[in-house]
């Protein structure tokens, strides 16, 4: 069961972003296992059991990142990361251009919420298309969201503006990806048990959007007939 992360946890990635080598981690490894890996993963079981026992069943799969950067892809990076976060969606090979839930913690901050790490234009293509066929229809999905002050709406956007159907849906048109993010400084929320409930009340409240969403791949390609 998820206690809570520790001040040592904070402590051990400021220390990790400040002494990013392979000797100065191989020393602290199993620090490394007890004060950031272990209650990460603590924290992933316990909001993934909770929230497939409140939301049902949707194929999900929970995954913890990997602290070691790939070394085909350093080209001079450190050779860990010094943030870590979990995931929860259905498998896919391409999980970039898929919807997916996650929390992430770094030295100064974390961060949870709903969204595409890069999301495919074919895809964004298809939300738009979505929206000029059903306008109302997405403007009922987003209402929620003038209603609370945990999540915000961020991603890079067209310079160009593309002309959406109503004024509501105009942030969402002009996408090219996309998250439904809260983010906050460290504190002492972080070190409670409290915090694994407040992820699943946010992941729950975002599960209407991810029910949305995650059809897109099967809408036809709007730029093909």
Same mark, same amino acid.
């Given at each position: ?9 904070? %402590? ?30 603590? $924290?992933?079981?316990?909001? #993934? ?7 049902? %069943?949707?194929? #999900? ?12 892809? $350093? ?6 990361? %010094?943030? /870590?976060? #979990? *995931? ?40 738009? *298309?979505?929206?000029?066929?059903? !306008?109302?229809?997405?403007?009922? $999905?987003?209402? !929620? ?19 959406? !159907? ?12 996309? *998250? ?11 070190? *409670? ?5 407040? /992820? ?15 059809? $897109?791949?099967? %809408? ?6």
């Amino acid at each position: 069961m998820f206690e809570g992360f520790s001040p040592r946890t904070i %402590d051990f990635m400021w220390n990790l972003r400040f002494n990013n080598r392979k000797p100065w981690f191989e020393e602290h490894k199993e620090e490394y296992r007890r004060v950031l890996l272990r209650p990460m993963r603590e $924290l992933e079981y316990e909001v #993934f059991e909770r929230l497939a026992g409140q939301c049902g %069943d949707r194929g #999900f799969i929970h995954k913890t990142a990997r602290i070691y950067r790939d070394a085909r892809r $350093l080209h001079g990076s450190d050779p860990y990361r %010094d943030h /870590l976060w #979990f *995931s929860i969606a259905r498998p896919s090979e391409e999980w970039t251009s898929t919807p997916v839930f996650w929390f992430e913690l770094e030295p100064e901050s974390w961060s949870y919420g709903l969204g595409y790490y890069q999301a495919k234009p074919v895809t964004m293509s298809k939300l738009r *298309s979505r929206i000029d066929k059903a !306008p109302k229809q997405f403007e009922k $999905l987003i209402a !929620p969201l003038e209603k609370q002050e945990e999540f915000v709406l961020e991603g890079p956007e067209y310079v160009r503006k593309k002309t959406a !159907p109503t004024p509501k849906t105009e942030k969402w048109y002009n996408m090219k990806s996309f *998250s439904l993010i809260h983010s906050q400084a460290n504190g002492t929320e972080l070190f *409670s048990p409290e915090l694994a409930g407040r /992820l699943v009340r946010g992941f729950e409240f975002l599960m209407p959007f991810y029910d949305y969403f995650a059809t $897109l791949d099967a %809408d036809p390609d709007p730029q093909i007939g």
